[in-house]
């Protein structure tokens, strides 16, 4: 087996969770750079699975790294509309933004992500597939198809499935949201969608799903499309009346399009728990290894979100030379966006119970306006709100 020399950090997965870690890092520590590898299974750009829609709370994180996501090709979607069987409300963001959100597609996205971690000097990896990692008290062995990397601390920013998650907690109840994705024309001849805007339908509820089908704006390779799917929490115990892909289906009719004509794809995401464990001695883990968004399935700015308190945890521990780790859950749940996660994991507890059509058809249509004030208020705008109480230094 071939062997490596060693690296004082190693970060599996180049998405935003692991990008961010680097960045936060390259901010916080420099001098941690020139020791820090990270590992990708893929070659950028490689396909991902994602709707794409880029909140303000990412562009906050990314803004504070010295990065404009505008580089990027991305759509500003007018306004996001929750309806239920097509009525309901319509909010932004921001109260007096001047778009919902962006969406940008997440092969260009992560491509840039990557290639800004590139200019500020780390050395990323890819084509290479962790397979397992061993700690022990001196060091942590990651184990790959091109041979061992030896390091001081791993970061698990390797997704839902995440393969670092699995060596530090070999045996834990699964929380796993389902997801099923295609991507379409917008053909706006038929459908009663505005193109500039983005949709979030309910209508699934009373059929057991514990979510909502979608409709977003975006770009590929510089031509209009439309990125839809089905989103399913699962954070109840009940099973669906019917199938994701049945409910995608009947969804596509009412706006012209058939299923079979497109190419379907699904992924899991692993939504947050604050009960659940996020570190072992020299193992960290971000983004959807450790758990995102179980109310709408939101990841991309909760990756970015995780980075920084990643950074901010191995920045300590290289410091006090205590690499134990066993700050970091409190920190996760101390900060910001541990809140914000916290509250959506209880709301869509609590939500995705009814099933009702009148009660959901009462919430989007007649409760907009608290519905607006208390996404803002309390499970939105995190990132803003860190940055207005962290230490001058962070």
Same mark, same amino acid.
């Given at each position: 087996m071939l062997y490596f020399n060693h690296y004082d950090i190693i970060i599996v997965g180049a998405g935003p969770a692991g990008i961010s870690t680097a960045l936060h890092l390259a901010k916080l520590a420099p001098e941690l750079v020139s020791r820090t590898l990270i590992l990708e299974k893929a070659q950028n750009p490689r396909h991902k699975l994602c709707g794409g829609g880029l909140l303000p709370d990412a562009?906050?994180?990314?803004?504070?790294?010295?990065?404009?996501?505008?580089?990027?090709?991305?759509?500003?979607?007018?306004?996001?509309?929750?309806?239920f069987d097509s009525r309901g409300m319509r909010m932004r963001a921001e109260k007096n933004g001047r778009y919902a959100f962006r969406t940008i597609r997440r092969h260009?996205?992560?491509?840039?992500?990557?290639?800004?971690?590139?200019?500020?000097g780390f050395l990323i990896q890819e084509n290479t597939t962790v397979k397992g990692i061993t700690a022990s008290e001196g060091e942590v062995v990651v184990t790959t198809n091109r041979g061992e990397y030896h390091t001081q601390v791993v970061v698990g920013a390797d997704g839902s499935n995440s393969v670092v998650r699995r060596a530090i907690i070999p045996h834990e109840d699964l929380h796993v949201a389902r997801l099923l994705e295609i991507v379409t024309e917008p053909k706006p001849e038929k459908s009663v969608h505005r193109q500039s805007d983005s949709y979030f339908d309910f209508v699934v509820i009373p059929q057991g799903i514990q979510g909502y089908v979608w409709d977003f704006p975006a770009l590929e390779q510089g031509k209009p499309v439309r990125v839809r799917g089905i989103f399913d929490s699962n954070v109840n115990s009940f099973k669906a009346d019917i199938s994701l892909r049945f409910a995608l289906d009947e969804e596509l009719g009412r706006h012209g399009l058939s299923l079979s004509d497109y190419?379907?794809?699904g992924h899991p995401i692993r939504w947050f728990d604050a009960k659940s464990a996020f570190s072992a001695s020299r193992v960290l883990l971000a983004g959807d290894a450790a758990g995102t968004d179980?109310? $709408?399935?939101e990841g991309i700015s909760i990756a970015l979100g995780y980075g920084r308190l990643a950074? !901010? @945890?191995?920045?300590?521990? $290289?410091?006090?030379k205590d690499f134990s780790f066993s700050g970091y859950k409190?920190?996760?749940? !101390? @900060?910001?966006?541990?809140?914000?996660?916290?509250?959506?994991?209880?709301?869509?507890k609590f939500y995705y119970w009814f099933?009702?059509?009148p009660f959901q058809a009462f919430v989007w249509r007649k409760m907009g306006w608290f519905i607006a004030w208390a996404m803002r208020a309390f499970f939105i705008g995190w990132a803003r709100r860190q940055e207005s109480h962290k230490p001058a230094h962070l």
């Open positions: 562009e906050v994180v990314l803004r504070h790294l010295g990065l404009d996501v505008t580089e990027i090709p991305h759509v500003d979607v007018d306004w996001a509309r929750f309806d260009e996205f992560d491509a840039w992500l990557v290639g800004k971690a590139r200019e500020r190419k379907l794809e179980a109310l $709408f399935g950074a !901010q @945890a191995i920045r300590d521990a $290289f410091t006090r409190r920190s996760i749940l !101390q @900060a910001e966006l541990g809140k914000a996660l916290c509250r959506r994991t209880w709301l869509a099933r009702s059509p």
